[in-house]
């Protein structure tokens, strides 16, 4: 059984950094980021793939970085230069397929986390 416990949200003015964690137990394959504005879809932000590679929403490229601690079992969103725009609930997501046509669609994804809220002004 699959486990997800984000942490690390919180309220930041334009321009500022934020660092989100997940804590990660069970086994899983890919790994992402999505997040969820107030009547908003939930959209992915990041994947992480078995690989390690790295797949971004073109919004976040260049601001956003996603990594993990496979020691630490944790997956991490380091985000900088935060914009009003990305506001939201942030959801750590996880897939039993080793790979996905898809990384950034959030129906490949079978275990979710509760969420952390990100307010930026």
Not at 11 to 27: I, T
Not at 37 to 66: M, Q, W
């Amino acid at each position: 059984h699959v486990q997800l416990v984000e942490s690390g949200g919180g309220s930041v003015q334009a321009g500022d950094s934020l660092k989100l964690s997940c804590a990660v137990s069970g086994d899983t394959f890919c790994m992402g980021w999505f997040r969820q504005a107030p009547g908003e879809e939930r959209e992915g932000v990041a994947a992480l793939s078995l690989d390690g590679s790295a797949i971004y929403a073109d919004f976040v490229k260049g601001r956003f970085t996603i990594s993990e601690d496979n020691a630490k079992a944790s997956l991490y969103l380091q985000m900088n230069d935060l914009k009003v725009e990305d506001t939201g609930v942030y959801y750590c997501a996880a897939a039993a397929a080793a790979g996905l046509d898809y990384p950034l669609d959030f129906a490949g994804y079978n275990w979710w986390g509760q969420g952390t809220q990100v307010t930026v002004s």
